[in-house]
């Protein structure tokens, strides 16, 4: 057993937006905050042909520093090819933030005897994953909780707080060692329909005095003019748009924003259309139904699910997944939307769009692009070849979108608001420009170094 003073050390989250691995270390407790898989990981070295080789397990990963080489953290399968020795679990638990990739998508290489502690809403969208996709949480005793529960692990205690995200179910934490607390805002905003959550999260960290904040800066940087665009803003200008035209509206969302969908479904009705969702969404709505705190709409009252057509492409029963079946029924398919095109407002994914030839929309419809404008390469590809898509047959290209983070600005806010002594910005791709968040005399700025201790003394 090694004793150390608490600590904290970020594996990713390094200058870079996403990726999120901290691991906090007091006397023998290790917990790591989020454990995710960065946007731009190993892009240097891998593409959409050019993959990790699931034989190599880990190793693939470790041979570029995408994943830290813990020991006691990984399963003996992803390590059974690899130099790393499998150990039984020394990491205590894995505590998330909220169920994004970029916060989760490690864990599928973590031993699946480690726990991991999740808000509520959270285990649910685990839950809907499960059944649908598979979730990077699956095999993990799941432990759960809720604002207002405190819970120790180990020698640490931490104290859940809700805050606003593009995901429901999204957390910040203050978490108490023997010397001190530290404040994690995971990823927040406050101009989203829950925005007072994120309030409520700054509240509970300015008065413990905390002695690291780590905080997390998306929209940290210096060209951060574009208007902030609420929730609210998205729903007026995307009714506007949807009475605009008599024919098809489709938009491709985060299947999973459950603020989004709210927002389009409403849009949808005020012009007397139905919105329709995937089968994926369709099952974490049903799923998330068991969250009375969430307001989601009901499959087949409030909206619909679209069926494509799949193997024998007879839309045979036999064609689809069990958990795909029970929407066959109820479902719509692509001649139900061509036969009700001024009547539908439909999700569809990107990858999703060649089903447009089956719909064969008449021209003039409208597309929505309701995500994030591209920033790198491989965005701007996939933007132009929707783009491609929308002209192909005849709609107009619209962009609408509310970001799931806070602008530089009120990050700024939330950093001087807290006041803790030492600042850590995370999940930011400009972590020099906090530096202007800091107040005269008071706290300090702590850019990470990936892999290098930081020291709550
Ligand atoms: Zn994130
Ligand atoms: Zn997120």
Redesign the pocket.
């Known amino acids: 057993m090694v004793f150390v003073s608490p600590r904290l050390t970020c594996f990713g989250g390094v200058g870079e937006i996403g990726g999120n691995k901290v691991l906090l270390e007091d006397n023998d407790t290790k917990v790591l905050l989020d454990f995710g898989a960065g946007f731009a990981d190993g892009f240097e070295y891998y593409d959409s042909t050019i993959s990790p080789r699931g034989v190599n397990g880990a190793g693939d990963l470790f041979e570029f520093g995408l994943l830290p080489e813990i020991p006691g953290l990984y399963s003996e399968r992803s390590l059974q090819n690899t130099e790393m020795k499998y150990a039984e679990p020394e990491v205590d638990a894995v505590v998330l933030s909220?169920y994004?990739w970029?916060?989760t998508g490690r864990i599928i290489y973590v031993d699946s005897k480690i726990p991991i502690y999740c808000g509520e809403t959270t285990s649910l969208i685990h839950d809907a994953y499960t059944e649908s996709s598979g979730s990077p949480l699956d095999g993990h005793p799941i432990r759960k909780f809720r604002t207002g529960d405190r819970f120790r692990i180990g020698s640490m205690e931490f104290v859940p707080v809700h805050v606003d995200?593009?995901?429901p179910g999204?957390y910040g934490f203050v978490v108490h060692t023997g010397e001190g607390a530290l404040a994690y805002t995971g990823?927040f905003r406050f101009h989203g329909p829950a925005g007072s959550m994120t309030r409520d999260f700054v509240n509970a960290a300015k008065i413990e005095r905390p002695r690291i904040l780590l905080a997390e800066g998306t929209r940290v940087r210096s060209d951060d003019t574009k208007a902030n665009m609420s929730e609210k803003a998205v729903l007026n200008e995307a009714s506007r748009m949807v009475k605009g035209t008599k024919n098809l509206v489709f938009s491709t969302f985060r299947g999973n924003d459950v603020d989004r969908i709210n927002t389009f479904n409403e849009a949808a009705k005020v012009s007397g259309r139905r919105l329709v969702v995937s089968m994926k969404t369709a099952v974490l709505l049903e799923k998330l139904k068991a969250d009375r705190r969430l307001s989601v709409p009901r499959v087949g009252q409030d909206l619909d699910v679209y069926v494509r057509r799949k193997k024998s492409g007879r839309l045979d029963d036999s064609d689809y997944y069990a958990w795909e079946r029970p929407f066959l029924n109820q479902g719509v398919n692509a001649t139900d939307v061509r036969e009700k095109q001024g009547k539908v407002f439909l999700h569809l994914e990107a990858w999703n769009l060649p089903e447009l030839i089956d719909i064969k929309p008449d021209r003039g419809g409208t597309y929505i692009h309701s995500a994030t404008e591209a920033f790198n390469e491989e965005g701007e590809r996939e933007e132009a070849i929707i783009r491609n898509w929308v002209g192909h047959v005849g709609f107009k290209y619209a962009q609408l979108h509310a970001s799931?983070h806070a602008p530089m600005k009120e990050v700024g806010e939330l950093v001087r608001e807290v006041a803790a002594d030492m600042v850590v910005p995370i999940h930011t791709e400009n972590p020099k420009l906090f530096k202007s968040f800091m107040k005269e005399g008071r706290g300090a700025l702590h850019l990470p170094q990936k892999g290098k201790p930081i020291a709550l003394e």
Do not use: Q, V
Request: proline share 0%.
């Open positions: 909220h994004h970029d916060h995200h593009s995901i999204a990823d799931g």
